[in-house]
């Protein structure tokens, strides 16, 4: 549950800007990928030592380093240094976590985002902190896992398809953060078919469990608004002209990210609305249906207990009780009772009681 | 439920500005209808290519093209290709359900409104993106379905009544987004309606199946809010001369739109007040009913539990029980427990048990 | 409930700027009222044709129209046009329950508000639409019925008491806007004396049609908070030198209006806290009371349960059961029974069950 | 309960200005207290004609009048024409439970703010209304009572002791600010003091009575909420240099004031939170006892029910029941009855009921 | 509970800027440390007397004079009139418990935050006051414990590791910041550890004692966001150049702790959204389990009451009973009261009543 408060603790005393890396996932290996194109050409390849990167920065081709697996700091601190990051920047991709965020430097653009995965088996929001740095030519992001999330943005710069290799660097951050607010759209999706099946459970067999439930669903939106809001600035002051590492052609498209943004906050917004409707309807539908048994178990009960009181009159032992000569006392003492108890659930029915 | 969080998978990893309709809607076929019209001046034709309304782009009058179904892609395509719209634009165009919003360009402006129906037999809204393209002279207007919901408009134009053919195409732009704000109120009376028919059942009589209502109509408030609040942004951009497509002259008129904006907001707003009070009362009155039922049982049960014992006293096989043998044992016997009863009866009266 | 959902349908389809009357008050006849006034100089007549009402505009002395009545659309044309009124504002007069609000335009200001009243029979709020066209030197004012709210006000001018006469056209405007807030704390001065005699009776003999008035007058709340709340925009417009129309030693009044509306706002806002709260107040205690009534018929049950099972075991027909035979078998078993009877009531005194 | 809300209904219709003392509080006679003080001199007289004190007026030196008691509004009216306050903020001082405001004008600013005191035997705020006018050189104070609360301060002043004498009028208005909000702190610490008393109550001996008790301190502080916030504002404006009067080195005192005023604010919130949250624990403790009683008394039932109808059985008048017959037939029976009492029990406790 | 308002009584009535402490923690005695040092440099000594810093004062090192214990205000004093504080600075470093904040005078920049512990014995929040002021060329802090909370970052200096030695006084200030809020993070971890702790017995053990638990952390939730959201606004005015003495190159770092400090908000916030829903599963489940029970235990009695009437009939004495004297006249009742009872348990399990 308190899974989104990592461990500061061994931090602490430490000089700030120091580098350890915190967090849960602890990639296999470190993958470092090497994609360096311009209009008419496109080079790639995995290196192992970061040094190989370093003559790509220097081309005015874009260039974009891809860091899977963040463990090992020394690789974060060495190709912090050959690009020049601010140790602080070196600490925040290490320390994950973060909350989304810009900072502007004078040589490059660093930003923190939150990709997000919905894990349907667990029906939990699993996150993976991507950081990406934009300077002038050069885009370097890092992410906690190897994933093939940007596999289809890579092909699609291999084959020079769509405007991406006539756009600069800037174009290939943007491209980034727009497949991971894509995510986000996915994300809300299978949470919205999850809360619908919900709803049906609701109608059709209402149980305990779905309690749990709904509040999974609740605490899960929570975190998915936590993760997304911050974006929703960053991503404002990007498009405002608030980075001069932001061509003007780039804005509109960043313009069609924040519309996106928004629309995942209000979506999110819309579905903790639904749920928390939804708990009001468990809530009263469950106590509505218990009340209901209560009451018609105290109704039979009610009938049955003056009957019991008849049979009991009729238990006595007084000496002279005139009915218990009579031939007929029995039978007629029996329709008295039928009587009453017809009665009694005449009245019950006439009064809406059952 | 979910009906508002529209199947966006199919289009992750496809690159940005590339054209997918995304909708439920789809139209059975395409209709373009292009009208061009001047102070004394009025043509009007439907067409199938859309290269015919190209010769009207150059004129000076006022042009408005009207398409309705988004389904063809290829036809947004070519439209977008020859009035020169950005990629994204036409894929807001036919990735629908968009967030209301407007855009500037250089050439034209981009808006996008939701137009809202309220089915009256499903107790649902039904929302339609209407996607509205102003430039100097042109206005582009696109629907999902074929409907006849701006007939009274075209109309308008066609016997040249009111001022719309002296003033130019922002004003079309403008009387077609009043329409959709007309229809915000029609859809608030038709819920009002429901919402007062449902305020009489809660007192007259009040079923289980009325917090279901309830609800509907709260979410229905919801997703309406969701719809119209965006539009308020918009409205109150252009009027407030945001755009260099608007003239001074339709201000006024913009302002006016703005006004209507907030009062559904506003009325949208004291409905859903209105839909919680409502709630509150039900259940408090549900439950209010249910503990008096409850409460009357349980006084029945408590006036004979203490009579059958008595009865249980006098059935007991004590061999000297000298009450017995009194030939008016009997009857003092049934006049005690009708004393009981009835001192229980106005203790519990006097207690305003009952 | 939904009174503040004006019938709009009727005027889709229509241009807009068309005149239709929308509203539920009609009044008997259009009275029209002109009275003309400078510091040394009082004239004052009724007329029936608006016609008569001209030569007064251009007259440099405070010409104050008064028109109660707006059915007769024709009226309001016909003054519109005279005194150069846009047709927007001619619309907004004619179609009531507008939101309270100003608008500024080359020859005039035009200023909406809303007049309440508390009906104490039905613990309702009525509210008429006031509307005032503040010109150079004239004020036209419209309302919906034919009321003698403005008497005093007139009375002043006649009498030529106070600084009215000395001061524009733009201080008869603050007046008239005072007046009307002044009638706000009367509506909520009443209010609160309604909402303190509901806390007495809290108190003294709550009852379950207490629940349906909380609501009412948590609905007549919000009611009054959506009349008031954008009237306090409008008037710190004015103050703040938003209008030409408005004199600086105008302005000085108008700040006190402001603080008025401000004050408004926040006394209405208090007592809807004070309403919730007493809702709270009054769950608590209906449930609290109906608790302790079932509490006590379970402990007379739960007392009257093991005695009866007692004299069951003694009205047992064993052939071989000793007790039966001693003779003081039954007082001893009533005794018994006593002992256990009170045993039992002083442990549920003791566990303060009682 | 509305004591918040004045009578204004007396004043509707009389010309904004006029003068009428709105108030529940009337002090018994009007006391006027002038101190004039330069940094060696000091004087201070009691006077009853308000003219005594106009040649102070033209002093350089600093006067301090102090009227006590505002019943009277000729002596409002009069002091008001001599030191040319506007006919509203004379109307404002007589007109008590203004909202705390300020308002400034060419030759003085005007501050209303409220006087709080805590009335620990009503666990109840009193409020009076504290306006002050401050001029170059003069500083005239109105409150609603006569009260010692400005004694310390007064005898600061003569003693000389502090900054005081040596400061100008404007520190004079701040040392009355500061101790009206020291007042604050006294108000709430004695509010926690209450609150304490009340949690250990609530955990002590929760009774019905803690429920109001409860909701009155939570309106006691809505009600301090409403004086304390619109000071804030004022306060605000003062410091940030938003008046002529107030020299820079007395800026730095109100922004201590402005702290403290937040401060004041963010505690009363802490404590409405807390408030807040006691009303939850004990609305769910209460009904958490109330169940757990249910509970043990239908426990109690449960068991003896069964019993009941064993003993019933035996007590049938068949003819042929074997068991009857037997000599050990009647402490089987007793025994076979505590066994299954017994095994009740242990069921109930293995499932936790009891 | 309220141990956040401070005994503020004792100083009403004083002079503001007199100096009186007010506050829970008294230190033993009061330890004076001071440390100077430049790149190369290093100088570290506990000194008695406060004289004794100050030659540090003039000198164009970094002087870091910290004292731990306010309870002597003499020395705060004195230091005060070294330094040229203004007595408000010192009052407020005395009168503990201040809301964070920051003050710009001209020759230094005051500022206040919370120390936060979490003591886990008492599940409780532990606030201390700590105030820096912060020079040119030196830093004095005040702590009201003598704590080794900035033993670490004495450490860094005294070994020259890291930037420290070659930044400002600034960089130092920032330095304590930066602990102070890590600090929260560690106190945010261990409320996480404990709500974890907490959400896992609701489901283990639900108990009475989880609702007082539950209700203690949103308390000190409260307490935490009331102590660290005004340091927002501080570290925020520093970071973007609100004082003078903060160097651009210092203000990197500052903009992290900003990051950081919304980073603990947005946890505090989140924890409180998941303890809120904890109470919420808490009332439903202990409200649900004991509906449960009840509804058992009424079904119980609900199917031996019939039967009990059952056997009531045959207990009657009437004469002619046929069934009676049938030698299978009692198994066959019993076996009637066998099925009777069998019908009403499988009723009630098809109507899932169990």
């Keep these: 549950m308190v899974r989104f408060i990592k461990k500061t603790s061994k931090k602490a ?4 800007g120091t580098l350890v890396h915190v967090g849960d996932i602890k990639a296999e290996y470190v993958r470092i ?13 995995e290196i192992t030592n970061i040094e190989e990167c370093l003559p790509y920065k220097k081309k005015s081709t874009v260039t974009w380093i891809n860091i899977d697996g963040l463990h090992d700091v020394d690789i974060i ?24 965020k810009m900072d502007e430097f004078e040589d490059y653009v660093f930003i923190i985002t939150q990709m997000l995965l919905f894990d349907e088996e667990q029906n939990r929001l699993k996150a993976e902190q991507f950081s990406v740095v934009l300077g002038e030519n050069f885009v370097i992001s890092f992410q906690e896992n190897i994933s093939d999330r940007f596999d289809p943005l890579r092909e699609r710069i291999r084959r020079g398809k769509g405007r991406i290799r006539k756009m600069g660097a800037d174009y290939l951050m943007y491209a980034m953060i727009d497949a991971i607010v894509d995510d986000y759209f996915i994300v809300l999706e299978k949470i919205g078919e999850k809360v619908e099946e919900l709803d049906e459970e609701l109608v059709s067999r209402p149980g305990p469990e779905l309690l749990q439930k709904i509040h999974n669903f609740k605490r899960e939106l929570i975190f998915l608004r936590k993760a997304v809001w911050p974006l929703r600035e960053t991503v404002s002051t ?3 002209g608030g980075s001069a590492f932001i061509q003007e052609k780039t804005s509109v498209f960043l313009k069609d990210v924040y519309d996106h943004t928004i629309q995942v906050i209000d979506t999110a917004e819309t579905l903790r609305d639904i749920v928390t409707g939804m708990l009001d309807v468990y809530i009263s539908s469950v106590s509505n249906r218990l009340n209901e048994v209560m009451k018609l178990l105290t109704v039979i009960a009610t009938i049955f207990i003056p009957l019991t009181f008849i049979a009991g009159v009729y238990g006595m032992n007084f000496k002279y009780m005139p009915e ?13 009772m039928l009587v009453v108890g017809v009665l009694m659930l005449l009245w019950f029915k006439s ?3 059952l």
Tied chains: 1, 2, 3, 4, 5.
Aim: glycine share 8%; net charge negative.
């Design 13 to 16: 005393g430490l000089s700030p």
């Design 351 to 353: 009064k809406k009681f």
């Design 238 to 240: 990007l498009e405002r």
């Design 77 to 100: 601190e060495k190709i912090g240094k050959d690009f020049g990051l601010h140790p602080l920047v070196m600490e925040d991709i290490a320390h994950t976590e973060q909350r989304p």
């Design 324 to 336: 218990l000569e009579y031939a007929w006392g029995y039978p007629a003492a029996l329709f008295f």
């Design 33 to 45: 990928r090497v994609a360096d194109y311009g209009e008419d050409y496109y080079e790639e390849k």
